[in-house]
Structure formats: C-alpha cells, structure tokens
C-alpha cells in the first residue's frame, strides 16, 4: 500500500521495478548480482559434490589391478560385486545378503526412531505449554547433535560391555547369571546406538510441522466427538506427515550409508551396504567400490523418491 | 534424557580414570592422569597435530560457510536461473550418504592427480589434502545447513526496512552493512557455530577424502579398534569440551546481540512528539 502512494508521489523510484537501478548505469544487472551472489556456493557443489558424482558413476565402469586404475570400459566393478549369485540361486549371494541386512537394520532403526521421535515431538508441541519451556527442551536435545558421533557412540562401550554398568547391574539383581554376550558388538548395539545418535532427526521435523497445527483444529475435533485416538488419526498425523516425512529421509539415508557407527558398535564383524565401500576402498579396488557407491545411491534414491510422492519437500521447508 | 545423555556423562567419569583404572566401572579412583597423557602424546598417533589441523579446518570451514551461505541466501530472495538448480544440489548433498561423496571426491582428486602426472609434472605427489579436497568434502556436509537457515532467516525478515534504507538513497552495500546484517547478525553467528562443529565432528566426509593427514575424529576412530586404555575417553572428553565451549560462546554471543538488539534496535516513539 505504502508502495502505491510512493509510487504516485515520485514514479519510478520504487526499488525492484527496476527504473532506480536503470537510472544509475554503473550498478550491475539484478541477474549479474544474483550469480555473483550465489555462484561461489554453485562451484563448491559442482567441485565438491555434483563432479564427484559423477566420477563415481564413471569409475564405476573402470577396470583395474592390484595398484593402479585402468580407464577402459569394463563391468568388473559390477562382476566382481556380483560374483557368484546366479550359480547359487535361489540362495542369497553374500552381496544380497548384505543388502538385506542393511535393510533390515534400516529398517528397524526407522521404525524405532519415528515411534520416539513422534512421541518427544507430540511431548513437546502439545503437552508442553509455556514458550520458554518449549526452547529450553528442545535445545536441550539438540546439544548431543553438536558433539561427535563417535564420542556417542563409544560412550556405548562402557555400558554395555562384558563387564558394564549394564551387566554387573543386572547380575547383582540375580536377573542373569553370566554376563549377557549380545548387548556389544551385535546388531542390538549397532541398532541401539544408531537410535541414539539419529533420534533428533525425526523430532525436529516432527515438531516443526506440529507446532504449526492450528490449536483450535484439535479442539474442534474433540467438540466433535471425536477419541483421543481419532483425534490423532484423522488430525494430527495427516497435518504432521510433512514433517514424518522429511525425517524419515534423513534417517534412511544415514542409516543406508552408514558404516561408522556400524563398523564400531558391531566390533567390525557386521556387513553393511557402506562397509563393503569402505573395505572396496582400503583395497584399492576403486571401481568396484564405484559400483557399490552406484547400487547404494539407486536404492537410497528409490526410497526418497518414493517417500516424496508422499509430500511435496521444496514447499514444506 | 537419560537415553541421550546418561553414555556421555559415562565416559566424561571415565576419563579422569586412575591409572591403573580399566575400560569400565567401577572407578579406581580420580585423577586426571589420562587427560594430561594425552597432551603429551600417547605414542600412538601425534593427537596435538590432529588437534590443530581439526581446528584449523573448522575455523576455515567456518568463515567459508558464513559468507557463502548468506550470500546464496541473498541471492534466493530473488528469482534466478540456476535457482533449482542450487537447491536441489543442496538437498541432494545433505541426504546422499556420506561415504559416496568422500568416495567421489576422492576418485576425483585421484585423477586431478593423474592428469598432473602425465601431463605436467612426473614427480607430482598428490593434490589431496586437508585444505583442498578435505575443506571441499566438509563444505559439502556444512553449506546445505547453512543455506536452510538462510531460507529461515529470511522467510521472517521484513523487506520493507530495505526499501526504506534505499529510499533513503543507502547503496545496496550500505544497505546490506547497516540495515541487513545487524538484524540477520544472531542467525550467522548460528551458521558459523553449525560451520564449526559439524567440520569438528565430521567423519564420513572426511574418511576418504582428506589425504595422507587424519583429523581428530579419525585419529578417534582409528583408536577404538585398537586401544585399551582409558585415553580414548579422554581424548573423547577434550573433543566434546572444545565442542560445547564453542557452542556456549556462540550462544551467549547471539544472546548478547539479541538483547542489544531489543535495547537499541528499535526508535519506535522516538521524535514523533
């Protein structure tokens, strides 16, 4: 409004219409403003990320030996990944094996981790009423997400193993008699502490969409007639899926190239999608790491691109 | 919350282990025996020199994150070609596991490294390092991050105070130096302290990606396959004290402004009588 009045008082000086910057030849084109703005950040993608990619694709049909790289068209990358699978049909191959495991972990620390992140979110954005309160706890999961995984993670060990906190405490309850072996260095740990480190992942998203929830929507709901169960079904969970959404990604994604957490809290003994990478890399064996990186990315795309038929991502951010 | 923090507060115990003290509890009394150990080296890996690298790529990582991320934030306010672009690029970094990246980028410097090698220099060692394709590899995990809260930022900001700058005929320098940044200062100090403790951490992006040099995380995770002592706690200790320390230094910094801001920021009934 306060445009209009200005622009009948002076025309043409309104900024952005264009005629201020046109009556000053020396100041560069919005456009030319734009890519200098953004461009830097556009180079370090394509440097660092988009080429990388793109080298993974390619190397990925490289052939190779004991040292060294031979870029020549092959499919030993892929060959060798797969060696053996058809022979032992219908058996899983170690490869399809590992995949399964990998997916069956992501699986299970998907499952857990929305369950949680649901709840703390719902904790937060309904139960919790005063403004400062809401901050404070919601900072207050947020501290553990500055730190270190690995510190997280190794934090675990004490706990867990043979002679931990866990174990002498449950044998001094007389619950068990001999320390339990499969709390370290199982999948119970790698699932255990990738739910620990990826939680927060799905409560903010979670949260961020619930606190936009109009208020008066539940309470319409409520006068209604409708269950506390109702209510969340048919209210709550489809204005908070953006948010479900969004935070499954993230956590599928990590879970599906993670090997960190899984190489440290399965005491290197558990295969997974992103270990068969990294043991590929330390051998040298670079296309064929390249080919596994390809599989890997296809699934992880698969899922998003699956999950985001759900919820449009660009407009809920 | 016991879930969340009860394993760390473990370990921060553990490190001030005595010596002769194991891996896990019970205490065998106080001491900071470990700690002090570890800055004189375990005769393991050179941690003092991690450290410094660590922080040094940090504060880099840091410093490049803030300027580019409120500049591509400027430029979002606008509509531009390539804008998709950017911020699917963005989007695509943040959820593409980490390892395939670092793989990526190193398979990229391996044939930078080639090309030198057959081309221009045969004695050519390698162009991977910390401040090249290490700053690389952590930027790709810090700049999305820093791009979303621009986007925060500026979905709250009132364009009119612009308008109003260059009314005043302010060049769009100006406007940006004295209208701009004072009010968006609290959330870049945010950028920056993301910047910082996510190269800090990192760890799969650096994996492969850093060269011949480890940074404190890989030192720290090269350490739990092998070690038997207590300074792996301790280590993780220094790391997570450096890590909240900037944390609480960046969050009294934008509490400062903030209050600042709400004291002086605003002229509203000033002169109108």
């Given at each position: 409004?306060?445009e209009?009045?200005l622009q009948?008082?002076s025309p043409g000086l309104i900024p952005g219409s264009g005629t201020a910057r046109a009556a000053k030849p020396t100041r560069l084109s919005p456009s030319c403003v734009s890519w200098l703005q953004a461009g830097p950040m556009m180079l ?274 | ?66 300027v580019l991320s409120v500049a591509a934030g400027m430029a979002f306010r606008r509509k531009f070609k390539a804008q998709s672009i950017l911020f ?59 791009l979303?809260?621009m986007f925060?930022i500026f979905n709250?900001f009132d364009p009119r105070l612009e308008e109003a700058a260059r009314d005043l005929g302010a060049t769009p320098w100006q406007t940006f130096r004295y209208v701009v940044l004072?009010?968006i ?89």
């Amino acid at each position: 409004m306060s445009e209009e009045v200005l622009q009948q008082a002076s025309p043409g000086l309104i900024p952005g219409s264009g005629t201020a910057r046109a009556a000053k030849p020396t100041r560069l084109s919005p456009s030319c403003v734009s890519w200098l703005q953004a461009g830097p950040m556009m180079l370090v993608f394509l440097a660092f990320f988009l080429i990388p990619l793109v080298f993974v694709v390619i190397v990925s049909f490289w052939d190779y030996n004991e040292y060294q790289l031979l870029p020549a068209f092959s499919g030993r990358g892929y060959t060798d990944t797969f060696e053996g699978c058809i022979a032992q049909l219908p058996d899983l191959c170690t490869i399809g094996k590992t995949y399964l495991k990998t997916l069956k972990l992501c699986f299970l620390v998907w499952a857990i981790t929305l369950f949680i992140g649901f709840w703390v979110a719902y904790f937060l954005a309904f139960h919790v009423r005063s403004r400062t309160w809401q901050m404070g706890l919601s900072l207050l999961c947020t501290i553990p997400f500055w730190t270190s995984n690995v510190i997280r993670m190794i934090a675990w060990i004490p706990l867990l193993g043979r002679n931990g906190l866990v174990n002498s405490g449950l044998m001094k309850t007389g619950l068990v008699n001999q320390p339990l072996e499969w709390l370290l260095f199982s999948e119970f740990s790698v699932v255990l502490a990738l739910v620990h480190l990826f939680t927060f992942f799905m409560v903010v998203p979670i949260f961020n969409s619930m606190i936009r929830i109009d208020k008066s929507l539940i309470e319409a709901a409520y006068d209604a007639g409708a269950t506390g169960f109702q209510t969340l079904a048919n209210v709550i969970i489809p204005l908070a899926k953006p948010g479900i959404v969004i935070g499954s990604i993230f956590v599928i994604t990590i879970v599906m190239g993670d090997f960190i957490t899984i190489g440290v809290m399965g005491g290197q003994q558990i295969a997974a999608a992103g270990k068969i990478i990294e043991t590929r890399v330390n051998a040298l064996q670079f296309p064929a790491a390249a080919a596994n990186a390809v599989i890997l990315l296809a699934i992880t795309f698969l899922i998003i691109t699956m999950m985001s038929r759900i919820v449009d991502i660009k407009k809920e951010l | 919350m016991l879930f969340l923090y009860g394993p760390m507060i473990a370990i921060y115990v553990l490190s001030f282990q005595r010596p002769q003290g194991g891996l896990t509890f019970p205490m065998n009394g106080v001491s900071t025996f470990w700690i002090t150990k570890l800055f004189h080296g375990t005769g393991i890996v050179d941690l003092g020199a991690a450290f410094r690298r660590s922080l040094l790529l940090g504060l880099i990582v840091m410093i490049v994150t803030v300027v580019l991320s409120v500049a591509a934030g400027m430029a979002f306010r606008r509509k531009f070609k390539a804008q998709s672009i950017l911020f699917y690029s963005a989007i695509a970094s943040l959820i593409v596991p980490s390892i395939i990246t670092s793989l990526g980028i190193s398979l990229e410097f391996r044939i930078i490294d080639d090309l030198i090698k057959a081309h221009w220099n045969e004695n050519f060692e390698t162009s991977m390092g910390l401040l090249t394709s290490g700053l690389g590899a952590h930027l790709t995990w810090t700049l999305p991050f820093g791009l979303l809260i621009m986007f925060a930022i500026f979905n709250r900001f009132d364009p009119r105070l612009e308008e109003a700058a260059r009314d005043l005929g302010a060049t769009p320098w100006q406007t940006f130096r004295y209208v701009v940044l004072p009010i968006i200062l609290p959330s870049v100090i945010g950028i920056g302290l993301f910047g910082f403790t996510l190269s800090w951490d990192e760890l799969a992006h650096s994996s492969q990606a850093i060269g011949a040099v480890n940074t404190l995380p890989l030192d720290l995770q090269g350490l739990t396959t092998t070690v038997t002592n207590p300074d792996i706690y301790a280590l993780g200790t220094v790391i997570s004290a450096v890590s909240f320390t900037v944390i609480a230094l960046a969050l009294g910094t934008i509490h400062v402004l903030n209050k600042r801001q709400a004291a002086k920021g605003s002229d509203a009934g000033q002169g109108l009588v």
